[in-house]
């Protein structure tokens, strides 16, 4: 006999506060995905911290201002709503010295006495807080408060565990839904191996830092070795101008047959497209506070072998016998000569099933969701 789930009100309230889409972004799918994640445990309350228009913030002090007032007038609204004592996920909490002193000021004091609270670390810079002159003091006294510090890897805890107690720190990575089924698994091989041509995908935002450039130089490189490329860049740009600019350089690559932009894009089921069609992932960030981008996680999820930086928070989310090849920095050949290797039918297949393996093992939404369960049930 089927045993009937618990209704909300015999499940433990769990607040999840944080940045929930839109606007999309690493950290508010991330947010989104742990609440959708808790619901069959916990009476989850999403309280929503976006500000929808962030992208048309102004730059420095300025757009850091106009933040801190969004923050404020959400304050009376956040602080009605944690009363309960329930325990807090928080998820969007900052790094930066502008942020840190937001956090301060509009989060912390509405948290309740002897309310649980975790600190939810999307950055890979966290360390920071705790060395810089205008935050070292106050984050000290921040982790007295929270009664738990969760990171995305061992990596990650090893970069602030001289400044938060073991037993405080956990470690729990991101997870993402399967981005595609077992059929989807034996299409994406059958195409790889009827086709000569190979599909790579670049999802994510459209800098410099994230790698965008390299990987178009890498394209011209390996194309101009005979490889057969089709490359799809999908992604937000920060001013209308950088994408003129991206396309300038395609052109002046002599790429415009091999590479189609896509822009950003919100539907879901378009991003899932793109991984299952894919026949390799590229992400060759530059960016040091990288933590866990959910790009990569949804490319090892489809089985798509995966071309990232030797940084050192990368390589903690996936290395060479888990379906990555790794590259140094700033280092087009490398690249290139990745994708080259990705060529042989033998060495796809490798890193195909060692992706969707470790996805499976690592990184799936039961895996995770017994780490979170097994946390809140300790508080």
Same mark, same amino acid.
């Given at each position: 006999?089927?045993?009937?789930?618990?209704?909300?009100?015999?499940?433990?309230?769990?607040?999840?506060?944080?940045?929930?889409?839109?606007?999309?972004?690493?950290?508010? =799918?991330?947010?989104?995905?742990?609440?959708? =994640?808790?619901?069959?445990?916990?009476?989850?309350?999403?309280?929503?911290?976006? =500000? +929808?228009?962030?992208?048309?913030?102004?730059?420095?002090?300025?757009?850091?201002?106009?933040?801190?007032?969004?923050?404020?007038?959400?304050?009376?609204?956040?602080?009605?709503?944690?009363?309960?004592?329930?325990?807090? @996920?928080?998820?969007?909490?900052?790094?930066?010295?502008?942020?840190?002193?937001?956090?301060?000021? +509009?989060?912390?004091?509405?948290?309740?006495?002897?309310?649980?609270?975790?600190?939810?670390?999307?950055?890979?810079?966290?360390?920071?807080?705790?060395?810089?002159?205008?935050?070292?003091?106050?984050?000290?006294?921040?982790?007295?408060?929270?009664?738990?510090?969760?990171?995305?890897?061992?990596?990650?805890?090893?970069?602030?565990?001289?400044?938060?107690?073991?037993?405080?720190?956990?470690?729990?990575?991101?997870?993402?839904?399967?981005?595609?089924?077992?059929?989807?698994?034996?299409?994406?091989?059958?195409?790889?191996?009827?086709?000569?041509?190979?599909?790579?995908?670049?999802?994510?935002?459209?800098?410099?830092?994230?790698?965008?450039?390299? =990987?178009?130089?890498?394209?011209?490189?390996?194309?101009?070795?005979?490889?057969?490329?089709?490359?799809?860049?999908?992604?937000?740009?920060?001013?209308?101008?950088?994408?003129?600019?991206?396309?300038?350089?395609?052109?002046?690559?002599?790429?415009?047959? +091999?590479?189609?932009?896509?822009?950003?894009?919100?539907?879901?089921?378009?991003?899932?497209?793109?991984?299952?069609?894919?026949?390799?992932?590229?992400?060759?960030?530059?960016?040091?506070?990288?933590?866990?981008?959910?790009?990569?996680?949804?490319?090892?999820?489809?089985?798509?072998?995966?071309?990232?930086?030797?940084?050192?928070?990368?390589?903690? @989310?996936?290395?060479?016998?888990?379906?990555?090849?790794?590259?140094?920095?700033?280092?087009?050949?490398?690249?290139?000569?990745?994708?080259?290797?990705?060529?042989?039918?033998?060495?796809?297949?490798?890193?195909?099933?060692?992706?969707? +393996?470790?996805?499976?093992?690592?990184?799936?939404?039961?895996?995770?969701?017994?780490?979170?369960?097994?946390?809140?049930?300790?508080?």
């Amino acid at each position: 006999m089927k045993q009937a789930l618990p209704s909300p009100s015999e499940l433990r309230t769990v607040h999840v506060i944080g940045r929930y889409p839109p606007p999309i972004d690493g950290q508010s =799918l991330a947010t989104q995905s742990l609440a959708s =994640l808790l619901v069959q445990d916990h009476d989850v309350k999403q309280f929503n911290m976006t =500000l +929808t228009d962030r992208a048309l913030l102004s730059s420095g002090y300025s757009g850091a201002r106009q933040t801190i007032q969004h923050y404020l007038k959400l304050k009376p609204k956040l602080k009605s709503r944690l009363s309960d004592g329930n325990p807090v @996920l928080w998820a969007n909490i900052s790094s930066q010295p502008s942020g840190h002193w937001r956090d301060l000021m +509009t989060v912390v004091p509405c948290l309740y006495p002897k309310q649980p609270v975790v600190a939810v670390v999307h950055w890979g810079n966290f360390s920071r807080i705790f060395k810089h002159w205008s935050m070292a003091a106050s984050a000290r006294k921040l982790v007295r408060r929270l009664d738990r510090v969760v990171v995305l890897s061992r990596e990650l805890a090893n970069q602030i565990e001289a400044y938060v107690p073991a037993r405080k720190l956990c470690v729990i990575p991101n997870y993402v839904p399967q981005i595609a089924s077992d059929d989807d698994f034996r299409i994406k091989h059958a195409n790889n191996a009827a086709s000569s041509t190979i599909r790579v995908l670049f999802l994510s935002h459209m800098i410099k830092e994230k790698g965008c450039y390299d =990987l178009l130089q890498a394209i011209a490189i390996a194309t101009n070795q005979g490889l057969s490329l089709e490359v799809h860049f999908a992604g937000r740009w920060n001013v209308e101008s950088d994408e003129g600019k991206f396309r300038s350089e395609v052109e002046r690559l002599g790429l415009k047959d +091999t590479v189609v932009i896509h822009g950003p894009i919100s539907d879901r089921r378009a991003v899932a497209k793109l991984h299952q069609t894919a026949d390799v992932f590229a992400l060759p960030s530059l960016l040091a506070h990288e933590a866990q981008p959910l790009a990569i996680m949804e490319a090892l999820s489809a089985g798509t072998p995966v071309i990232v930086t030797k940084l050192p928070v990368l390589e903690a @989310l996936v290395n060479e016998e888990q379906g990555a090849s790794l590259v140094p920095p700033r280092n087009p050949e490398a690249i290139a000569n990745a994708l080259i290797s990705l060529s042989s039918r033998e060495v796809w297949q490798k890193k195909s099933f060692a992706a969707r +393996t470790h996805y499976k093992s690592e990184y799936s939404p039961e895996t995770v969701r017994q780490a979170w369960t097994a946390l809140i049930k300790n508080l």
